[in-house]
């Protein structure tokens, strides 16, 4: 059996991120790293293989974008996934959902056709672009049953049983592998690497794939070909210096109420 698990390397949230001239997230001169989301995908991946003892089980991790996406692969590779996989063309840059899909789906089909591809796990959403819709739509391009926002996740055989938590309710629901699945935060904590998975990761197989090696062709993806685009943006204005109101005199309550009602805080 093989598990390919969807990971993406997304802009650290503390670093100073910026946008390119045409409007799209810059991902090369900024850092990044892991989507926090699809460390759940990849602790549920291994998961999986633990708990069936005995069976000869693949844990595969899948990335698509620059150069410094490999860090995605590489950090999942350190959790304990086998092998890896990242999708580098430059004719893939500002792909829409769409776009991503389809080079995800190809990758996956090439997977299946090398090694097989029974389970495909991703994280809930990405931590930079949040859209939740790229696993529903790779299970389209799959033609697979998509099982999506599971808090828990339960195998036994060749089925698959999953909780989905909303909003006063709580869903029950089961799919027969093969399968598109993706998991939430609340799944199960993701791990850290420890010293010999880092070490172990560096011997692991990783190989780059690109568009031609997908069959996909390069008009097919890309922002020139995307259904929706950021048309302008605008840097976040400066923080300016905070008011402070004194009390020297004992108007200092009176002063921070006239304050807050200014600001229709209160």
């Not at 860090?71 to 996934?81: E, I």
């Not at 004719?91 to 990758?107: E, F, N």
Request: charge should be negative.
């Amino acid at each position: 059996m093989n598990i390919v698990v969807c990971v993406k390397y997304v802009p650290d949230a503390t670093a100073d991120r910026k946008f390119e001239d045409d409007n799209t997230v810059d991902r090369v001169g900024v850092d990044g790293l892991l989507s926090e989301l699809d460390e759940y995908a990849v602790e549920q991946a291994l998961q999986f293989r633990e708990k069936r003892e005995g069976e000869e089980i693949t844990v595969t991790a899948l990335t698509v974008g620059p150069e410094k996406a490999v860090d995605a692969v590489r950090k999942s590779l350190q959790m304990g996934a086998d092998a890896g996989v990242h999708v580098l063309d430059d004719a893939i840059a500002g792909s829409d959902y769409l776009g991503t899909s389809l080079v995800l789906a190809k990758a996956i089909e090439k997977i299946k056709a090398d090694t097989g591809a029974d389970l495909v796990i991703c994280g809930m959403a990405s931590t930079d672009a949040s859209g939740s819709v790229v696993p529903a739509m790779v299970a389209e391009r799959l033609g697979l049953p998509q099982v999506t926002l599971a808090s828990v996740v339960e195998s036994q055989g060749d089925q698959v049983r999953i909780k989905r938590d909303n909003e006063g309710s709580t869903e029950v629901i089961g799919a027969t592998l093969p399968i598109v699945l993706s998991v939430t935060d609340q799944s199960g904590e993701a791990r850290y690497p420890s010293f010999k998975g880092i070490m172990a990761a560096k011997k692991k197989p990783l190989e780059t794939w690109s568009l031609s090696d997908l069959g996909v062709d390069a008009g097919e993806v890309g922002l020139s070909v995307a259904f929706s685009q950021v048309e302008d943006t605008t840097a976040r204005p400066p923080r300016t210096a905070g008011e402070v109101v004194t009390d020297e005199d004992g108007s200092g309550a009176g002063a921070l109420v006239e304050f807050l009602a200014s600001k229709k805080f209160i």
